[in-house]
C-alpha cells in the first residue's frame, strides 16, 4: 500500500485563483484584440450570480470570448507553458510548495485535483512535482482541437470525488492507496477532504473553517 496526498490548487497551493488570469494571458499571448471582450465577460460574471448561468457554462462562455470556439494544442502550448511559469514565480505559496516537496521526500504520491481547466493545471501540477493532475476536461474536435466545451462535469464537488474514486480504480484499486492527506480551502471539497485520514482545511473560507472546528480537522494558515 502506498501513500498518496491530495491536493486542491486554487487558493490552496496558490494565493489567487487562476482561470480568469489564464484566459486573459491566453488573450494577450496570442490575439491581444479579444481583451475588448472583458466587459462582455463581466456581464457573463452577473448572469452566473443571478442563476441564469451555471458555472459550467460561465466557463464555456469566458473560453469562448477568450480563447475562441477552438484552439489547435500545438498553437497554445507555448503560452500554456509560459503561464504555468507565471503561477510558479507570482502566484504559489512557499508552505504549500515546502509542503509538497516533504510529501515526495516521504515517499507519497501527489495528486492534484482541481475544478480548473486540466489544459493548465497539468503544465502546473507537473511543475510542482505532482505525480498527477485530475482537472475539468474539455472536449476535442475530430481534428484534434480545443473545443469550448467542458468533457463530462465541472471538476468541484461531488463530480471531483467520483474523478479521484476513478483514478484510485485506474491506479490499482482504493485497496491499494492509503489516502494520507487532503488539502483544500473550500467547503466544496468536504467529499474529498473526507477521504483523507487527516483532512487540511488551507487558510479555509468561513463555512469550511466551521466545518473544520465542528469535525476537529486541521486548519492550516498558510501565505
Avoid at 481534428?143 to 462535469?153: C, E, Q, V, Y
Amino acid at each position: 500500500m502506498r501513500n498518496l496526498v491530495i491536493y486542491d490548487m486554487d487558493k490552496t497551493i496558490t494565493r489567487k485563483a487562476t482561470y480568469s488570469a489564464f484566459l486573459l494571458h491566453m488573450a494577450r499571448a496570442k490575439a491581444p484584440w479579444r481583451l475588448l471582450f472583458i466587459p462582455v465577460s463581466a456581464v457573463f460574471a452577473c448572469a452566473y450570480l443571478l442563476r441564469l448561468l451555471s458555472r459550467e457554462r460561465l466557463k464555456e462562455c469566458n473560453q469562448m470570448l477568450f480563447l475562441g470556439r477552438s484552439a489547435k494544442p500545438q498553437s497554445i502550448s507555448g503560452a500554456i507553458n509560459s503561464y504555468a511559469d507565471k503561477v510558479l514565480a507570482n502566484n504559489c505559496m512557499a508552505q504549500a510548495r515546502a509542503q509538497i516537496a516533504h510529501d515526495k521526500e516521504e515517499g507519497c504520491a501527489i495528486l492534484m485535483a482541481t475544478a480548473s481547466y486540466g489544459l493548465y493545471a497539468q503544465a502546473i501540477g507537473s511543475k510542482l512535482g505532482c505525480d498527477d493532475v485530475l482537472g475539468t476536461r474539455l472536449k476535442q474536435g475530430h481534428n484534434g482541437r480545443i473545443l469550448a466545451d467542458i468533457d463530462g462535469d465541472n471538476c468541484y464537488g461531488e463530480a471531483k470525488l467520483e474523478r479521484i474514486q476513478q483514478w484510485l480504480s485506474e491506479h490499482g484499486g482504493a485497496e491499494n492507496w492509503n489516502i494520507l492527506r487532503c488539502y483544500s480551502d473550500h467547503v466544496s471539497d468536504a467529499p474529498m477532504l473526507a477521504l483523507a485520514q487527516e483532512p487540511v482545511a488551507v487558510n479555509p473560507h468561513a463555512p469550511l473553517k466551521a466545518m473544520a472546528e465542528q469535525k476537529g480537522w486541521r486548519i492550516a494558515l498558510w501565505s
